[in-house]
């Protein structure tokens, strides 16, 4: 079968697909959390002394008593057997970014050769998957396999079903024998609790005896892409590397912004109801569906969680996503830039701080400069984005997201923290000597008497910020579809436990020296903003004027992951990562190295895909046409008519540009090869990247030259427009 008729059975495949249903889903309240071994299905089945532990354990931070695992153990194993459970798995987070499992079946054999279903509290404690088979950076060698599994109580046990048999899953941490990180997991559990601790300390100096262990709250929009799955599989980038490396501008994109909130076609919003159904089944608080900007890409965002539980949630939502669109005929893209030129997808990290007792710790109220509390909060999150913005852009680089940051529709490479009106008045005011006012809300008339009046907040919101300030919490914009949002959050409660911990320090000494709070926070606050301020900017961070202004005001511009990612390993990082023992200068090197030597490998198989379809699939099409017109030519020649042959010449020339670029890309593959993951890195970025954009920019004006017959691979016009 050749490329071309691929394309255009795929496009018929599409075009006859029929939605199918069983009818309507049940009841939410009877679905939401049903398949989960949640804080409630606990009460019931563990005795009250256990149940009390591990609820203190999970809501409060209290050191989790190891002799109790027995007791969860055979609760945890009843009530999935009843589930329909035959297996269990040690669900954890390689530094790949994905989720990882290994299934055993809870029977055993007995002497009698019957057997019993058995699930001891050391298998729940502990497991001991292969630790040289993940990437470690070199923490471990090949030869060295000894690697550990360790339950994770505060994020709840969960079925997950399969039509022939469902499996209990435990989110666990992964680390290797010597006890380092191997994980995603590990280090978030570690900077959450350098973070709490750290705003203890400072909400006692604001006079609270009932501080309770303060969490990081997150809440991750998620953006992706769904296509028909007879387009991906007619698309060999895809389905290799997640993107399409060729294809022309749709000749309607996102142009008329049509798609943006428009009416959810029904094979899409029948796969997001049955998508919702399978996240509340796993207690996952999916709220808001709905289009994005570009044609085919949608949205979904789930309510604000503990973050180590939401960043569990999210891998989950990524695989279930996945498997639910299949359901329904489609493949869901989650990779940054699967379109070139049209809108990219993001996964924007909202995040704020509190606990039960003292509420959103940034949730300035209606007056926020009379609200102390809350300014120090949010002046102690302007000294860490300054200070530390390096290591935000790091915690976000990947191959993948480097084709979003910078573009038109996602936040640029510099980061730099937007406040809005109101909060950006009332710094103004600290900076000058005190705050004494805040802008208020105001109110919009309509003019239509059956229309209410609304209420106009005080500030604006700016999408081009990446890290802005949203009314009672911040949101990170920068994060990629696909990435887990474990590494933005360890940097966020990393940077925040070191600029608690100095904020409480310069407090003490005031306070110590008999000056009152009041002037002492306003005093430290000043201070802050005076140094730190220049990391604020409420403006278009789209414009090249920024990038001007924002080298001016000292701010990293790190354009590349080659540039970004070694921010982990610079003396500063590694001395609060170890300070507040997250992760060790090994450990931090490690993932370095992990990142590096993925950038490269994924730049060296899309260099690869590009080469092999360009040879297999573009060239020989074009040539054909080039045949065909040549032939044409020299018939009508023949007969006496002379043909006007610009297409032909046109044609001539890309063919050629294509074959030149094509020698580059060649020659550049075979010389891919470094002293360490670092020098990969870069070649991969100074070599291949351009030598496959050449590729791109001839074949991809071919397209809009040969005969649309001809054409082997299925169109952006078609993939994001056929569903």
């Known amino acids: 079968m050749s490329g071309s008729m691929s394309r255009r059975q795929a496009i018929k495949a599409v075009t006859t697909y029929e939605v199918k249903t069983d009818g309507f889903p049940e009841p939410l309240a009877d679905t939401f959390g049903r398949n989960v071994f949640s804080l409630s299905v606990m009460k019931k089945r563990l005795p009250k002394h256990v149940y009390k532990a591990v609820a203190a354990t999970i809501e409060a931070g209290a050191a989790m008593d190891a002799a109790l695992a027995d007791y969860v153990a055979v609760a945890m194993k009843d009530w999935a057997l009843e589930m329909g ?17 290994k299934h055993d079946s809870f029977l055993e054999p007995d002497s009698s050769g019957a057997s019993l279903a058995e699930f001891a509290g050391k298998t729940l404690l502990q497991g001991e998957p292969d630790a040289s088979s993940f990437p470690n950076g070199g923490l471990r060698g090949t030869f060295e396999a000894r690697g550990y599994t360790g339950w994770d109580v505060t994020s709840p046990a969960y079925i997950m079903e399969n039509p022939n048999g469902n499996t209990l899953c435990i ?10 990180a191997l994980d995603k997991k590990t280090p978030l559990l570690r900077s959450q609790q350098a973070m709490s601790k750290q705003a203890m300390r400072l909400l006692k100096l604001f006079g609270h005896d009932d501080v309770d262990t303060v969490v990081s709250y997150a809440g991750a929009e998620q953006e992706y892409f769904l296509i028909d799955e007879h387009f991906y599989y007619a698309r060999p980038d895809l389905m290799t590397t997640s993107r399409t490396l060729f294809g022309a501008k749709p000749s309607k994109g996102q142009e008329f912004d049509d798609h943006y909130f428009g009416a959810i076609p029904d094979r899409v919003l029948a796969f997001m109801i049955e998508l919702d159904r399978e996240l509340f089944k796993q207690g996952i608080p999916s709220k808001t569906r709905h ?98 913005g390096g290591l935000l852009r790091a915690a976000v680089a990947s191959a993948s997201n480097d084709h979003r940051l910078g573009a038109n529709e996602a936040p640029p490479a510099i980061i730099s923290i937007f406040l809005g009106d109101q909060l950006m008045d009332v ?66 409660n990393v940077i925040l436990a070191d600029s608690l911990e100095f904020i409480s320090d310069a407090l003490e000494k005031q306070l110590d020296a008999g000056v009152d709070l009041a002037d002492a926070v306003q005093q430290v606050l000043m201070e802050i903003v005076l140094e730190h301020g220049a990391v604020i900017f ?33 003396p500063e990082v590694v001395e609060i990562f170890e300070k507040y023992g997250v992760l060790s200068a090994r450990e931090l090197k490690a993932r370095e190295d992990v990142i590096f030597e993925y ?125």
């Open 538 to 570: 409420n403006g278009n961070g789209y414009s090249d004027e920024w990038q001007e202004e924002a080298a001016a005001r000292g701010l990293k511009n790190l354009r590349t992951t080659v540039d970004a990612v070694v921010e982990y390993t610079s």
């Open 85 to 101: 459970a035959t297996h269990y798995a040690h669900v954890f987070y390689p530094l790949t970014g994905l989720t990882a499992e």
């Open 291 to 388: 289009n994005e900007v570009a044609p085919g890409q949608f949205e979904i965002a789930p309510v604000f969680e503990r973050s180590v539980l939401a960043h569990d949630h999210q891998q989950l939502m990524m695989t279930t996503m996945k498997r639910v669109a299949e359901r329904y005929g489609m493949k869901c893209l989650l990779h940054e830039k699967p379109f070139a030129g049209v809108n990219g997808s993001g996964k924007h990290v909202n995040f704020s701080l509190g606990n039960a007792n003292q509420g959103n710790l940034l949730n300035p109220g209606d007056t926020p400069h009379e609200n102390m509390q809350f300014l120090t909060f949010c002046g102690a999150i302007i000294r860490a984005v300054h200070k530390y």
């Open 599 to 723: 950038y490269a490998l994924t730049l060296l198989v899309e260099a690869k895909e590009t080469a092999e379809i360009a040879k297999t699939m573009i060239l020989p099409a074009a040539i054909r046409y080039q045949g065909e017109l040549a032939s044409t030519a020299a018939s009508l020649k023949a007969a006496g008519i002379e043909m006007q042959t610009p297409v032909l010449f046109e044609i001539t020339r890309l063919i050629t540009d294509l074959h030149g670029a094509m020698v580059v890309l060649d020659d550049g593959i075979a010389g891919m090869h470094g002293e360490s993951e670092y020098e990969e890195s870069k070649y991969a970025r100074d070599v291949l990247i351009p030598a496959m954009a050449a590729i791109r920019a001839a074949t991809d004006k071919l397209e809009g030259i040969v005969a649309d017959d001809l054409w082997p691979l299925p169109t952006y016009n078609e993939m994001l427009t056929i569903l």
């Open 427 to 492: 710094f103004d005011q600290i900076a000058k000597g005190g705050a004494t006012g805040s802008k208020a809300a105001g109110i919009i008339e309509l003019g239509v008497d059956t229309l209410p009046p609304l209420k106009a907040d005080p500030g604006d919101r700016n999408r081009t910020s990446p890290f802005a300030f949203t009314g009672n919490r911040f949101e990170y914009r920068a994060p990629g579809s696909n990435q887990s949002i474990s590494d933005p959050m360890v940097a966020i």
């Open 171 to 180: 989110p666990t941490i992964f680390i290797s024998w010597t006890g380092e």
